[in-house]
T-cell receptor
Framework: KAGVTQTPRYLIKTRGQQVTLSCSPISGHRSVSWYQQTPGQGLQFLFEYFSETQRNKGNFPGRFSGRQFSNSRSEMNVSTLELGDSALYLC??????????????FGPGTRLTVT | AQSVTQLGSHVSVSEGALVLLRCNYSSSVPPYLFWYVQYPNQGLQLLLKYTTGATLVKGINGFEAEFKKSETSFHLTKPSAHMSDAAEYFCAVREGLGGGATNKLIFGTGTLLAVQP
């Protein structure tokens, strides 16, 4: 079974631009979560989607948005990029949400560098 | 609100020695606890998890952790370190009530494990 895939793996953008990151969950998984990882702030939760609905959102500005499609694939978008948005963005998928007991499987991440 | 504290951002052990990575949690409800490992330039891999039941949890690669409610701890151990264990380890707690419908994880700051030959 293929794991969680994230594209692109590396991305360099200029301050002020926008970027879209993609995540394809494991086949059959309906829940997708996104995390931002930086040396200073560590791992921080961005959003969680289940069946195309955003179920939970972290404490990030409105420049960060996401969505999930009917095939469970998810995208996140960051508009008006700032230098501080440079990070590793991780996507995780799981079968569902029931009781939070489902294991989450993480993708390799997208390394975003903002110059 | 739940939180996790990992004591020691860097831990160094000799190959073959005991590995002990410390994690303390704060939660007003029964917690779901996890340990993840991250190798350079990779995502997170689940080592083990505690939800309910047996407090001693065995995971992959010879790791195990014990949930101690009285100490609010979930320390990760491995009897004998291997060079391939060198990586960063994260402890995490799932947000919300035990039966709540979310997978949101709150992570500790991580512990970088070095294994000396």
């Amino acid at each position: 079974k293929a794991g969680v895939t994230q594209t692109p793996r590396y991305l360099i953008k200029t301050r002020g631009q926008q970027v879209t990151l993609s995540c394809s969950p494991i086949s059959g998984h309906r829940s997708v979560s996104w995390y931002q990882q930086t040396p200073g702030q560590g791992l921080q939760f961005l959003f969680e989607y289940f069946s195309e609905t955003q179920r939970n959102k972290g404490n990030f500005p409105g420049r960060f948005s996401g969505r999930q499609f009917s095939n469970s694939r998810s995208e996140m978008n960051v508009s008006t990029l700032e230098l501080g948005d440079s990070a590793l963005y991780l996507c995780a998928s799981s079968l569902g949400l029931a009781g939070g007991q489902y294991e989450q499987y993480f993708g390799p991440g997208t390394r975003l560098t903002v110059t | 609100a739940q939180s996790v504290t990992q004591l020691g951002s860097h831990v160094s052990v000799s190959e073959g020695a005991l590995v002990l990575l410390r994690c303390n949690y704060s939660s007003s409800v029964p917690p779901y606890l996890f340990w993840y490992v991250q190798y350079p330039n990779q995502g997170l891999q689940l080592l083990l998890k505690y939800t309910t039941g047996a407090t001693l949890v065995k995971g992959i690669n010879g790791f195990e952790a014990e949930f101690k409610k009285s100490e609010t701890s979930f320390h990760l151990t491995k009897p004998s370190a291997h060079m391939s264990d060198a990586a960063e380890y994260f402890c995490a707690v799932r947000e919300g009530l035990g039966g709540g419908a979310t997978n949101k994880l709150i992570f500790g700051t991580g512990t970088l494990l070095a294994v000396q030959p």
